[in-house]
Structures are given as C-alpha cells and as structure tokens.
C-alpha cells in the first residue's frame, strides 16, 4: 500500500479538500466577499535587483464580465514583511482604492513603512489596454493594480478527483484556472526599503476590512504566505479561524494540526520538517543571499504544486498534476504577470 491509501489520512484528506487551489476560494467568509480573497502572493526580484512583491484577488474572474471586478474601498489590501525571524511584521506596504468611478476607473493610494505614499490609477480592463505602471522615483518604487491573466496553474479537478479516488491517474494535466482572470497588485522597490539590513524575510499578504485610512477596522478578512497551506494543511471549519489568526501565532495555534495532517498524508518526519519549516508561520519565506524560487520566495513561472506534491508524497505518485506552466506567457518587465485574458473573438 502507498503513502496515499492509507485509510485514515486518506479519508483526512478527502474531508478537507473540497475545491483545492493556491488559496482562491478557500474559507466561507472570503468565498462570499471575492473582493478580499487573496488568492496568492509572489516574492521574487526583478533585472534590476529590486523586490517584487504581487498579490492577486478576486477569483476567477470571467474576461466576458470584465468591467464588474474590481478592487474594494472597503478593504485595506496589505503585505507584511518581517526581517528579524520572529514572524511579527517589521514593515508593511498598504493599499487602499476609491470607489469606482465606472467600470474599470478606479485610484488607488500606497503606502510603505516610514510615510512614502504613492498614488495612481488602476489599469482599466479591455483589449489592447496597456499596463498603467505608476512610478515613484525618488525611491525606485513602481505599482502596478488592475486586471491580470490569474498566474497560478494548477488542474484542480484532477487533484479532487484524486482526493476522492485515490488514483493518481485522475489527474487530467488540464489547468482549471486557464482563460480566467484576478486583480493583481505588483509592487517593486529596492529591498532595502523593508529589509532593514536583513537578509532573512518573511512576507505575507492580508486583507481588511476598512473604514478610512490606512487603518484596518477590524481582523483579516484573507491572509496567505504560501500557496495551499490553508487549503491543503488546515481543517476546513478551521480556515476562517486560521484567516483571522496572525502568522506570530501560527506554531501555537495550528503546528500541532498542521504536522498530524502531513502525518496522515504518510509524509515522511524529514519532509514534515522541511514542510513545516516553510508553512509555519504561514509566511513566504525569502533568504536574500540565496536564489529566488518557491520555496525561497516565489516566482511566477515556480510549478509550486509540484514540488509540494514532491514534499509531501515523498517522491510517491502522484509527484505532480501534469500542468507544469502558466497558460500565458509572463512579461520579462514590469507588472510581469501576463495581460488579462480577453472575451472570445466573433467566429
Ligand atoms: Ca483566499
Ligand atoms: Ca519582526
Ligand atoms: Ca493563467
Ligand atoms: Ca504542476
């Protein structure tokens, strides 16, 4: 018998896994508010050597219905970077929207640690609209927010199938998030702005809700560091819970859940190790003296999929979906993520 039948984790794995993706849809509370459910955040660094953070919300977002989705001015959309290895953020860089103004017409304000405030447009969706790419030049900072082909690549259906049957031939190597779209914030900077002198990042992205400011108004709505954490190691009844929960707290709070999870799945206690080394705290760990590529940070063309499946079956089958890049091809400049898929041609 394989790592992956075995009866009890097997049947752990199946309860949990209702719609597995990076973290899009992944807790009730953000399923019904698509406007703060994070569904991924990015951490890499550009030709020039500068930090590139991105955070992408708003699921699946249909190219047909391109002019509804939107960011909200209700919801503070923030990363959080620690650079002393204690998980408590050190800096943040804040993003706050005005209401629309019509479909696709939209501001936003930016806001780092230590006042710099930044402010642009949102890039409209429609075909042929080129990225609005807003710059700061006294400190290097450009911005990027609006529509975007959705980066993650993943055969979703394939893995539930999976989780259902215990066949790892279920996988189809068909992504389920080919042709759909997210918003997308892209931030880059030097990373000297948040690094402090340190080498050692830990990066999160969280939404809030939010009054005025750059205030939160309340405890998160969606934070995620890692892709699938939440989905794949926290107990579904658990996620809204784990949502509100802060990274710092993490070993505490869901450690003990997260390593009888991976017992379950048969992973083994070296690979637990390493697995819980990046998913407690849930934050996406960056080394700056070591090469960019999940799981030091990540990028975007990074089959993160595949190599947690590698972690996490032990080198077992399934040791991957069969989706091994994006459906669209990444720029090689800044916002990086590729245009947003547009609604199909007349035939
Ligand atoms: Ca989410
Ligand atoms: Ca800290
Ligand atoms: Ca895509
Ligand atoms: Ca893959």
Do not use: C
Not at 7 to 17: C, E, I, M, Q, T
Not at 134 to 162: C, H, L, Y
Not at 226 to 245: G, K, M
């Amino acid at each position: 018998m394989r790592a992956w039948q075995q009866g009890v984790g097997f049947a752990l794995l199946v309860a949990g896994l209702p719609a597995l993706a990076a973290d899009h849809r992944e807790a009730p509370a953000v399923d019904e508010r698509p406007v703060a459910d994070l569904n991924d955040i990015y951490a890499f660094h550009d030709a020039d050597n500068r930090l590139v953070l991105v955070m992408t919300i708003n699921p699946l977002s249909e190219p047909d219905f391109a002019g509804s989705y939107a960011f909200s001015p209700d919801v503070l959309y923030r990363f959080t970077i620690d650079n002393t290895g204690d998980a408590v953020p050190d800096n943040r860089i804040d993003l706050v929207f005005s209401k629309l103004r019509s479909p696709g017409v939209q501001n936003f304000r930016a806001r780092f640690t230590g006042g710099i405030v930044v402010r642009g447009e949102v890039t409209p969706p429609g075909p042929g609209v080129e990225p609005i790419v807003v710059e700061e030049t006294d400190n290097d900072i450009s911005i990027f927010a609006g529509p975007r082909d959705d980066p993650f690549f993943f055969d979703a259906v394939g893995f539930n199938r999976f989780a259902a049957t215990g066949d790892p031939d279920a996988f189809r190597g068909i992504n389920s998030f080919a042709g759909l779209n997210v918003s997308a914030i892209v931030v880059a900077f030097p990373e000297s702005l948040v690094s402090d002198g340190g080498t050692q990042l830990q990066i999160s992205g969280f939404t809030y809700p939010r009054e005025r400011g750059f205030r939160p108004a309340g405890r998160a709505l969606d934070r995620t560091g890692n892709p699938a954490v939440s989905t794949a190691l926290i107990p579904f009844e658990l996620r809204d819970r784990f949502n509100r929960a802060l990274p710092q707290n993490d070993a505490a709070n869901f450690g003990q859940i997260i390593a009888d999870r991976l017992t379950d799945l048969g992973t083994s206690g070296d690979n637990i190790a390493i697995l819980a080394g990046v998913a407690i705290p849930d934050t996406m760990k960056l080394d700056l003296t070591k090469p960019d590529g999940f799981p030091n940070g990540r990028q975007l063309e990074d089959d993160v999929i595949d190599t947690l499946f590698g972690l996490i079956f032990d080198g077992d089958e399934p040791t991957g979906d069969g989706v091994d890049s994006n459906d669209q091809e990444f720029l090689d400049e800044f916002p990086f993520l590729a245009a947003p898929i547009q609604p199909a041609p007349a035939t």
